[in-house]
């Protein structure tokens, strides 16, 4: 008697079989066995095996509904399974998902859960016994039928531990029967592919039903109040409701129930915040968020009432909410009720390190609201995520802890992983990596990320696979050796993105094209080394020169077609987005605009300064030329269209990064117009003070000259060189005037500080920012009645320090104007 290892939820189990073992090859003339009563998807698997047998082995196995007469058969399904001869089995009571598959060498068995569990145990024994790998929609990878160990003898049993997976990618979307290979559970309803889970995707949902739109002029109680005011006239979803209104616990609770009664078969329904910060903060709200420690103790007690009602008529649908944000933390003494479930987002986390490392700042916070959330509630579901939202096709060195945070999630009872991931496209950066890897993970927590990472290139990229694993090491190693904590917004300095890495990156693509030893992995290649040719594009750390009134990169020869081969790339591939939001077909127009930006400037003893009237009119260049400092950096950036002084739209029009304006240079002074659709105009003048040849002066006005009056604000944003990378205020302090100028930076994070009520009870009409270490710093002054209000954005690790001004928000009729002035001035002492 042998005796061979049962796996059943990671358990193992001996049980005894008297049995041999048979090569793949050896089952000529065997057949499929599935009933004829069989659910569509079981006909389908057995379909599957039939069609992945054959491409594996050449043979041709034919489908039947009865045992055939020679006595060996592959049974699929539960009604074959049963009366499979000498190993059959009964699935009853197995999950839904749950599969088990046989062995003697006589026949094979493999039977699962409805509606699911069979499929997938077709494609677990490719995978675990035969070696197929479903790599891509068009690259399964076969071994040679030779190199297959004998099969059995088996009895091996699995029920996945996450009842939802959702790896976030396109290929998963557009080709459903490809996700079911890589057992994604969430984008299908097809009954032969075993449909998709019952439970939905929590996300945002208040806007649904209390929207300003409804109820903002009869009912504006119903909404956050904030800085003295119901945000009731603010559009949907930019606002929230407040959460302690009962009327609003009443139509939120009807809509719900209205919506189930319409979805009879859902199992879940979202009732959580919309997607910003502005919640409620009324004495009511106020009161319990205190008592809690996070606002998100309001809102679960509106959630706990309204799944308290739904379960009267309901007990058997789930009410979820996000745990997001400002929302992520769990209350002190409110704790879900058993049919709510929490779904809890890790947006902040660091995507370097893995979650639980207790040396990243950035997530050691998060594993606590992990173990917080896990004390109160045994509805936990995770949404992670696992791409660059602001550079979709820029490097993003988290591969090495996509395992270990899908096996934390697993560990910590989750009960389902959302994966957000690039879905926009075809193209981005390592798209098939990624999706093969989380996929795989979600299915099985106790699949490492190196080794599928290992896996996944020698099969896909052959001979190239080498080098590609060295550039994958090198951008997890740059980002390491920097000490960087990138999130899911990084910017390329937080990537650890060098000039010196880049280009090592684009070269290591040029020799693993190389080594491509045919068109298909060649193309496969192609598409693997768009990132080398973004990070190179925005981090080569070559200046930009201004020549005869353009500005342009300075970039050697062998570099000269990065820009058009990138583009060309992308649109060979499909890479529809660089961004979240942001099309790709709109990024190649401002690359190419890019190449060669008219400029104007003007300069004197004191300054100069350089402006691009078709990027904004932003001024890309300021520099005191006394002391040779850039006060405004983007000359000096990789992206000249960051770290300039610009002004943007509010309300009553809009503006983007290339919004264009006509330039003239008038005496000391540059005047900027432009006209905008419906003829208003938007007027800028930047010029040298008369008789202060170190102040300048800058003036903007915009004028409705359409037919309705309508509401008009703008902000300038002057993005200033804070010359340190430091987040002590004793090194960059910021400072506003009140009746003498008053430091408030201290503690500053997130764009608020326990001085920031300084800053928002300012009316003399000044702010400024010091860098104490080298006695340099800027001042900007204004009429305080020409400002609604002053805000700080200090980023220092960009070394950046931004002093922005809201215009006053006005109606202007028709003929009517809106202007703001400010002065900008160097400091090489403290304000005074």
């Known amino acids: 008697m042998k005796f061979v290892t049962t796996v059943s939820l990671f358990i193992l189990v001996a049980t005894p079989i008297v049995a041999a073992a048979i090569a793949p090859v050896q089952m000529e003339g065997w057949s499929i066995v599935v009933a004829d009563d069989a659910a569509p998807s079981e006909r389908y698997a057995a379909e599957e095996f039939q069609a992945l047998f054959q491409q594996l082995t050449g043979l041709s196995l034919d489908i039947r509904g009865t045992a055939p007469e020679n006595g060996h058969g592959v049974y699929i399904g539960p009604g074959a399974a049963i009366h499979a001869p000498s190993i059959g089995f009964d699935t009853e009571g197995m999950g839904e998902e749950a599969l088990r598959i046989r062995s003697d060498g006589e026949n094979i068995v493999i039977a699962g859960g409805r509606p699911r569990g069979t499929l997938y145990g077709v494609y677990e024994f490719f995978e675990r016994y035969c070696g197929v790998r479903f790599l891509t929609v068009d690259h399964t990878h076969f071994p040679p039928v030779e190199s297959i160990p004998a099969i059995g003898p088996i009895d091996f049993t699995y029920a996945p531990p996450f009842s939802f997976r959702w790896s976030y990618y396109k290929a998963n979307s ?14 299908t309803r097809e009954e032969r592919l075993g449909g998709m889970t019952g439970q939905s995707l929590i ?44 009327e609003v616990i009443d139509i939120i609770t009807q809509c719900v129930l209205d919506e189930i009664a319409a979805n009879p078969t859902m199992e879940n329904i979202a009732v959580s915040q919309n997607d910003n910060d502005a919640y409620c903060r009324c004495a009511e709200c106020e009161a319990i968020n205190e008592r809690e420690g996070t606002p998100m103790g309001a809102n679960l007690a509106l959630v706990n009432a309204v799944a308290e009602r739904v379960e009267e008529k309901y007990p058997d649908v789930m009410v979820g909410t996000l745990a997001y944000w400002y929302t992520r933390r769990a209350p002190k003494t409110i704790k879900p009720r058993h049919n709510v479930q929490i779904q809890l987002c890790s947006i902040e986390c660091c995507e370097l390190h893995p979650i639980n490392d207790p040396a990243c700042p950035k997530n050691v916070e998060f594993c606590k609201d992990v173990m917080d959330w896990k004390a109160i509630s045994d509805n936990v579901w995770i949404w992670n995520y696992n791409t660059n939202f602001s550079y979709y096709d820029l490097p993003f060195p988290n591969l090495r802890v996509i395992g270990p945070n899908v096996r934390f999630f697993r560990d910590n009872n989750a009960k389902g992983v959302f994966m957000q991931a690039n879905a926009m496209g075809d193209a981005g950066e390592m798209c098939d990596l990624r999706n093969y890897l989380m996929a795989r993970t979600l299915w099985n ?16 990229y052959e001979d190239a696979a080498p080098v590609i694993l060295e550039y994958l090491d090198l951008i997890h190693e740059n980002a390491e050796v920097h000490g960087n904590h990138p999130n899911c917004g990084a910017f390329p300095v937080e990537l650890g993105l060098t000039p010196d890495g880049v280009e090592k990156g684009f070269d290591l693509f040029q020799q693993a094209l190389a080594l491509a030893s045919n068109d298909t992995v060649r193309a496969r290649v192609e598409m693997a080394s768009i990132p080398a040719y973004r990070a190179l594009i925005v981090a080569n750390g070559r200046p930009w020169k201004k020549s005869d009134g353009v500005v342009k990169r300075d970039l050697p020869e062998r570099f000269s077609s990065v820009i058009p081969d990138y583009i060309a790339l992308c649109k060979k591939y499909n890479m529809s987005y660089v961004a979240e939001g942001r099309a790709s077909s709109i990024y190649f127009e401002q690359l190419e605009k890019m190449a060669a930006m008219p400029a104007v400037g003007i300069e004197n003893a004191i300054w100069r300064l350089t402006i691009l ?13 006394p002391s040779g400092r850039h006060v405004l950096p983007a000359m000096t950036h990789d992206n000249i269209l960051q770290g300039c002084l610009d002004e943007v739209a509010q309300a009553g029009f809009t503006s983007d990064a290339f919004s264009s304006f006509e330039a003239q240079v008038e005496d000391d002074a540059i005047r900027l117009v432009r006209t905008l659709e419906d003829g208003s105009t938007v007027e800028r003048s930047v010029g040298f003070k008369p008789g202060e040849p170190d102040a300048i002066v800058c003036t903007s006005r915009v004028t409705n000259h359409g037919a309705e009056p309508r509401l008009f604000q703008f902000r300038t944003r002057p993005e200033f060189n804070a010359y340190s990378g430091s987040s002590d205020e004793k090194v960059v302090a910021a400072y506003v005037k009140g009746d003498t100028w008053l430091q408030f930076n201290r503690e500053w994070k997130d764009g608020t500080g326990p001085d920031s009520d300084i800053l928002a009870a300012s009316r003399g009409g000044g702010m400024a920012y010091f860098n104490h270490e080298i006695k340099s710093g800027m001042e900007v002054t204004y009429a305080p009645d020409s400002v609604k209000y002053p805000r700080l954005r200090w980023y220092p690790q960009y070394e950046q320090v931004n002093l922005e001004l809201f215009s006053n928000d006005v109606e202007l009729k028709p003929g009517e104007s809106l202007a703001m002035e400010y002065t900008l001035r160097y400091l090489a002492e403290p304000p005074q």
């Not at 996700?179 to 969430?186: D, K, Q």
């Not at 990320?449 to 996944?456: A, I, N, R």
């Not at 009237?613 to 030329?625: A, D, S, Y």
């Open 174 to 187: 557009d080709h459903p029967e490809f996700a079911a290979r890589l057992r994604v559970n969430t984008v």
């Open 203 to 246: 996300g945002h949902s208040y806007a649904r039903w209390i929207n300003p739109e409804k109820y903002g002029e009869t009912h504006p109680e119903y909404f956050a109040y904030i800085d003295g005011e119901r945000r009731s006239t603010i559009p949907a979803p930019a606002t929230e409701p407040c959460v302690t209104n009962p």
């Open 445 to 460: 927590p106790e699949l490492e990320s190196w080794p599928l990472v290992e896996e996944f290139c020698a099969l896909h």
């Open 613 to 625: 009237p078709e990027q904004n009119g932003k001024m890309i260049e300021l520099v005191h030329k």
